[in-house]
């Protein structure tokens, strides 16, 4: 029986040895680096608080700092709310980031045990000039929908033009 026991062994040992083992990806860093800013003014907008909710559970509170930026940390598997609420006149603004499709075993980095990106994202953030505007819709529409896209093995902006447009419908009315 021991000799059984190790001659078994002894095969998986040699199997081993020839079996061609990849790396694979088991830790991912992900870093969002928010740059805030007054696009009609030329300021960075710095003390800006930013709330970043994950799977709808708001999680943590930040400030921009010096320049307007701040910083957070993305997990895979999850879905992140970043909301600019509104203070000093600047309208609330809604930006989502999607990581939960990051397929670890057939992405670009797949062999490579420890990953670490950086995404740089400007926001610029709207003054409330005037009564009749009406910039209501940007709480829940994203200005901005960052997804891991599978077909580029990177994040995507999926949002689309026509809140572009209505951005710009909105601070063209004359109040």
């Not at 001659?7 to 870093?31: H, Q, R």
């Amino acid at each position: 029986m021991y000799c059984k026991n190790f001659i078994l062994f002894f095969i998986f040992f040699l199997s081993s040895l020839f079996y061609n083992v990849e790396a694979e990806t088991v830790e991912v860093d992900i870093t969002f680096t928010l740059h805030l800013f007054d696009d009609d003014k030329g300021i960075d907008l710095v003390g800006t608080p930013v709330q970043i909710f994950e799977d709808d559970v708001l999680r943590k509170k930040l400030f921009t700092g010096e320049k307007g930026i701040t910083k957070f940390y993305c997990k895979i598997d999850k879905q992140y709310k970043i909301k600019f609420p509104p203070q000093n006149n600047y309208v609330e603004k809604l930006i989502i980031i999607d990581a939960r499709n990051i397929d670890l075993q057939n992405w670009k980095y797949k062999k490579t045990p420890q990953v670490s990106l950086k995404y740089d994202v400007d926001v610029r953030l709207l003054m409330q000039n005037g009564e009749c505007k009406d910039f209501s819709f940007l709480k829940e529409e994203p200005v901005m929908y960052l997804k891991y896209d599978t077909e580029y093995d990177d994040f995507h902006d999926f949002s689309t033009n026509i809140l572009a447009e209505k951005i710009k419908g909105e601070r063209k009315k004359k109040c």
